[in-house]
């Protein structure tokens, strides 16, 4: 395959996911264009711009165009002309010329490291690199990485920060993909740093977080540290099951499906529900068993001397499979941990002064995208 200029210099030159220049060299705000999120799955691609207000912010533009089946698979593009086709018709339907850009977790390796306080960023780069052989399973130069500091220690710990790496040819493939579609790739970065922004804040009084993004087919997992992801994983534990068992026992499609998951889910007391209840409860209990796999480790870490490294305080439930019914208060019962759904909004806008055209239950599925487009009023 041919690669586009884009993908060449991103190939060449680029060091580094993150691409945006705003970190460094700040322009001024009237010279920032309109950018916006861009979620792609196996299934779909999302989008989602925002315009300022008086107030926060408010939903520009926002939207969902299928994916047809092979295009994407686990987050990987078998098809980029394919995907390029599709992301013109999301260019047409959004009326996007800039965008942000999110990588899929399960080709992401996100780690977290101690450098000394006042290192520059090159060296900070060359320390990363020192990190590959025992952290990441593929060379520094088939790789790109970057990296966002969490916190500043005393002494010997220096600086603590968080890095993401991927493969160089994946970020290649996503960078193709758009430039043949006509749109300016702004930035891509770790899926899970897209929700965060959205549902997270940098703030010392936020607790150590187990974030859950709960999709179709299988469910992230990742490790918050003042915002910024220190691990990710991802499980084939997703809601499909419940979807397929749903339409064949009581013959529901759509809509029809997912007011059943969201009004009844694990709460459904009719006898005619047996069947289905018995399918959403082993569901359920396969993704509990593997939060509290994932909580338990890291609540339970130390280090040398004995302290808890990582203590969770919460675990904050996303993705559409999210406003399962019951589910926050299942997986608390199960796991012993304060758990809550996730506010995808709370950076956007206030309530009282404005309400986003998307509701509740299917803004969890635009959470990637929220988070993506608040990239952009930073």
Known sequence: MQRSKSATLVRNEVRTASMALDRWFPAPRILLPRAAGVDISDSSIKWLSLAKAKKGHRVHKYGEKKLEPGIVVGGIIKNVEALSLTLAQVKELGGITYAHAALPEEAAYVFSMNVPIG?????????????????????????????????????????????????????????????????????????????????????????????????????????????????????????????????????????????????????????????????????????????????????????????RVTPVGRILLVGGGANLMGLSDYIAGRVQAPTEIGEVWRHVCDFDSYIPPIDRVHSLQYATAIGLALRATV
């Open 119 to 307: 290192t520059s960023r090159e060296q900070t780069l060359q320390l990363i690199e020192f990190e590959f052989e025992g952290r990441v399973p593929i060379p520094p130069s088939a790789a790109v990485y970057d990296f966002d500091s969490i916190l500043k220690h005393g002494g010997e710990e220096g600086e603590e920060i968080g890095v993401s790496v991927f493969p160089r040819e994946l970020s290649e493939d996503y960078a193709a993909a758009f430039e043949n579609a006509g749109i300016s790739l702004l930035s891509l970065e770790i899926e899970a740093q897209s929700i965060a922004r959205a549902v997270s804040d940098d703030t010392p009084s936020e607790p150590v977080t187990l974030m859950v993004d709960f999709g179709r087919a299988r469910s992230g997992f990742a490790v918050l540290k003042r915002n910024i992801p220190i691990f990710t994983s991802t499980v084939d534990v997703g809601g499909d099951a419940i979807t397929k068992v749903l339409a064949e026992k009581l013959s529901l499609k759509g809509e029809e499906i997912e007011r059943f998951k969201n009004e009844q889910g694990l709460t459904a007391k009719d006898a005619a529900h047996t069947e289905v209840l018995e399918t959403i409860v082993a569901t359920a209990s396969a993704l509990a068993d593997e939060i509290a796999r994932h909580y338990h480790y890291w609540d339970t870490r130390r280090n040398e001397h004995g302290e």
